[in-house]
């Protein structure tokens, strides 16, 4: 029987960072499982790729403080690249009821110690992109350290250190079953056999409450389908913008390539594991697009570069960190619910700190543990994009 201090399931950006994190802090006998040919499959590589810090819980700010930074150290740190470049988001009020929103998540994040985040006027907005249609935006937010990150090169940044430092990774490999005793964890079973170890992390993403359920664990994380359209080369609109969201319908974009990737999140989608992209949504979000930047009535676009990815969602848009308190040793790393990428470094660390040390400094970890959601300890994050 092999053994690991820690066995990961889920080689995707996430449990790729938890197994950099482990490594750095002296944990080397890792063992991350992923059940596809090649990481990067579930929603790492469907992401969009953004980072913000501008959130309106302190958790999801704490954790945007310690995620930005270190991607944008990531390079110096791994000696891999993740592509990170802060070209800010941009939130577009068209209502006081927006507006305050925004001043009011303003407040907080400055209290959390945010520095390069402002309020800004309508005719700053206006003066700043004249090809946007914003005769209705009356302010908004801008966060110039907010950006973009290549999700595949960090995820593979973050593995490739973690295995140049004593972790392995196994391909092709499913965890069929898990073992426990009086005292929690003792074994994970998988397609090329068992695994001896008192600690495994849970980091399936979408799938992680079928995971979960291996060790008899209830898990409140569905999947739900985000759909990305992304133009073909188009230089209507500037390549520096930010992430430019349009706070009366949700729709936003940000440039990538030589083009622009659109996205917007469908209220009327439904969850499931739905993968395959719906035609149909490409003229739908066109119509909000050009509503909203005009010249965006002639941006080209070919569906069939378009594809559709997995959030994995939980009732309170929080993710659920930490060991689960009647299995021991069972650890999750689930439902970021759109944040994922953008708060990966941290979720390795509070991981690390949790797995290693049963505590961290980084955040309070009890607030998203998995009892808040029998004890009614809810904290809504309504940020989500």
């Not at 739908?284 to 070919?302: E, H, K, M, S, T």
Request: charged share 20%.
């Amino acid at each position: 029987m092999q053994t690991a201090d820690v066995v990961i399931i889920g080689g995707g950006i996430v449990g790729s960072s938890i197994a950099y994190h482990l490594a750095a802090s002296g944990c080397h006998n890792v063992l991350v499982v992923e059940r596809e040919s090649a990481q990067g499959k579930g929603s790492t590589g469907k992401s969009m790729g953004g980072v913000r810090a501008q959130f309106s819980t302190p958790v999801s700010i704490q954790m945007s403080l310690y995620s930005i930074p270190f991607y944008a150290s990531f390079e110096d740190r791994l000696g891999y690249p993740c592509d990170y470049r802060p070209q800010g988001y941009l939130f577009c009020a068209t209502s006081e009821q927006h507006m305050a929103y925004l001043r009011a998540n303003y407040a907080q994040q400055v209290k959390m110690g945010l520095k390069d985040v402002r309020l800004l006027l309508g005719d700053e907005i206006r003066s700043m992109f004249p090809p946007l249609r914003a005769d209705d935006i009356i302010g908004g937010s801008f966060c110039s350290s907010d950006g973009f990150v290549d999700p595949y090169s960090a995820m593979i940044g973050f593995m490739t250190w973690a295995a140049d430092h004593g972790a392995v990774l196994w391909k092709n490999t499913a965890v069929t079953a898990m073992t426990t005793d009086a005292s929690g964890i003792t074994s994970v079973e998988t397609t090329r056999g068992s695994v001896s170890t008192r600690k495994v992390v849970n980091c399936a993403g979408a799938w992680a409450a079928g995971v979960a359920r291996l060790a008899e664990v209830d898990l409140p994380v569905e999947p739900l389908r985000r759909m990305l359209v992304p133009s073909e080369p188009f230089d209507g609109f500037p390549h520096t913008a930010p992430m430019i969201i349009d706070m009366s319908n949700g729709f936003h974009f940000r440039p990538e390539a030589r083009g622009f990737l659109l996205a917007w999140n469908d209220p009327e989608e439904t969850p499931g594991f739905k993968m395959e992209f719906d035609a149909a949504f490409v003229e739908r979000i066109l119509i909000r697009a050009a509503d909203r930047v005009p010249c965006f009535a002639d941006l080209p676009v070919n569906p069939k570069r378009a594809w559709a990815g997995l959030y994995e969602m939980t009732p309170d848009h929080h993710p659920i960190l930490g060991e689960v308190p009647n299995v021991p040793g069972f650890f999750l790393a689930n439902g970021f619910s759109g944040h994922g990428v953008m708060h990966a470094p941290a979720t390795g660390k509070i991981l690390s700190d949790l797995i290693l040390n049963g505590k961290t400094e980084l955040i309070d970890a009890s607030s998203l543990g998995l009892a808040r959601f029998t004890e009614g300890r809810l904290i809504h994050e309504t940020a989500v994009l």
